[in-house]
Nanobody, 124 residues
Framework: QVQLVESGGGLVQAGGSLRLSCAAS????????MGWFRQAPGQEREFVAA????????NYADSVKGRFTISRDNTKNTAYLQMNSLKPEDTAIYYC?????????????????WGQGTQVTVSS
């Protein structure tokens, strides 16, 4: 069974930064792309960023491009999301997910395992 555990969420003022982490259990990290999604109250879950297994390919939603950076440390089975210049509209529950393959994907259908989520709240 794959387990993904997010951490690093919290309350921050607009313009601030947070770094989210996603720790994966076992050997389930190897060979798979990883992604971050978010869901605000009353809204559908949306793609934020994704990174290939090697880290050589990344993809970002237009709304976070230039502000967020996705990375991974395969020796630690951990993916990260560095979030800078945060805005109130970034407020949401953030989920990490493991892709079904090594490719970078932006559709939630391309991911088969999900974490429980971590709350990010940005105050104005």
């Amino acid at each position: 069974q794959v387990q993904l555990v997010e951490s690093g969420g919290g309350l921050v003022q607009a313009g601030g930064s947070l770094r989210l982490s996603c720790a994966a259990s076992g050997r389930t990290f190897s060979g798979y792309a990883m992604g971050w999604f978010r869901q605000a109250p009353g809204q559908e879950r949306e793609f934020v960023a994704a990174i290939s297994w090697t880290g050589g390919s990344t993809n970002y939603a237009d709304s976070v491009k230039g502000r967020f950076t996705i990375s991974r440390d395969n020796t630690k089975n951990t993916a990260y999301l560095q979030m800078n210049s945060l805005k109130p509209e970034d407020t949401a529950i953030y989920y990490c997910a493991r892709a079904r393959a090594s490719l970078v994907l932006s559709s939630a259908n391309g991911y088969d395992y999900w974490g429980q989520g971590t709350q990010v709240t940005v105050s104005s």
